[in-house]
């Protein structure tokens, strides 16, 4: 009696999309968007719509304020639309004066700041020291594997 193969259960593949929404500055530019693709697909949940969007000041200050309530522009923002879907807003000129204020690469630190938000839309948060301390290690044990040290370590 022949066999018949089981057939193979495909993962549902993610897309991420990135936009630029601001060029280079004097404090270097962003990542290639292959890079941060790579970033995000390193956290990402199997079968997720991401869209990345690298901005200037004045948008993050704009979706800060619009979103949060905070008249200022911050590193990183996340936007779920539900489970399988949503933004991740990166604002470049905040996250490179973090970058040069951390002594980190600029790449190290975008790194860490897209995984940390795609853990975002995963329903992760550090609101409580619990589950802070989960996330935290979650974003370590990606950014090892992406082949970055531990952000939280303090030179």
């Known amino acids: ?3 018949t193969k089981t057939p193979r259960k495909r993962r549902p593949r993610s897309k991420v999309v990135v936009q630029r ?3 280079a500055d004097a404090a270097g530019a962003a990542p290639p968007a292959a ?3 790579k970033y995000a697909l390193a956290a990402i949940a199997p079968g997720t719509q991401l869209t990345l969007r690298v ?3 004045a948008e993050g200050r704009l979706l800060n304020g619009s979103f949060r309530k905070r008249n200022y522009a911050t590193n990183v923002l996340s936007f779920s639309y539900d489970r399988r879907h949503g933004d991740v807003v990166l604002c470049h000129p905040v996250i ?3 970058a040069r204020q951390q002594g980190k690469s ?5 790194a860490h700041l897209t995984v940390h938000g795609v853990l975002h839309l995963r329903g992760h948060d550090h609101l409580r020291k619990s589950d802070a301390a989960r996330m935290e290690r979650m974003e370590i044990l990606i950014l090892r594997h992406l ?3 531990d952000p939280y370590t303090v030179k």
């Open 147 to 149: 082949g970055f040290a």
């Open 21 to 23: 929404a601001v060029g």
């Open 96 to 98: 490179a004066k973090e």
């Open 1 to 3: 009696m022949p066999t």
């Open 55 to 57: 901005v200037g000041t």
């Open 35 to 37: 890079l941060l693709r």
């Open 106 to 110: 600029l790449r190290a630190h975008y």
